[in-house]
Nanobody, 121 residues
Framework: QVQLVESGGGLVQAGGSLRLSCTAS????????MGWFRQAPGKDREFVAG????????YYADSVKGRFTISRDNAKNTVYLQMNRLKPDDTAVYYC??????????????WGQGTQVTVSS
């Protein structure tokens, strides 16, 4: 099973940027589609962005489209989430997970421990 470790969260003012990283252990990472999810206080966990194993296709939740960019470097076993023009509503714990099937994590998939992103107004 792939193990995932996120980093890069923090406190940022509205309009600012952060880049999250998710580093995976295991040789199968490069064959998996991966995704980012988030959970705000009192809300359900929701899909944010996904990327195919090759990195050639990406897809996003409507709420982040045009502001967030997901990418990956298979040589480094790492997937990234570049977050620009952040809003207070983006405040949440962000999780990396995979493999993903569309906007859902596969039954045998793995989750990272999460990284907190806080956007102040």
């Amino acid at each position: 099973q792939v193990q995932l470790v996120e980093s890069g969260g923090g406190l940022v003012q509205a309009g600012g940027s952060l880049r999250l990283s998710c580093t995976a252990s295991g040789r199968t990472f490069s064959s998996y589609a991966m995704g980012w999810f988030r959970q705000a206080p009192g809300k359900d966990r929701e899909f944010v962005a996904g990327i195919t194993w090759s990195g050639l296709a990406t897809y996003y939740a409507d709420s982040v489209k045009g502001r967030f960019t997901i990418s990956r470097d298979n040589a480094k076993n790492t997937v990234y989430l570049q977050m620009n023009r952040l809003k207070p509503d983006d405040t949440a714990v962000y999780y990396c997970a995979g493999p993903v099937e569309g906007k859902k994590v596969a039954a045998f998939g793995s989750w990272g421990q999460g990284t907190q992103v806080t956007v102040s107004s």
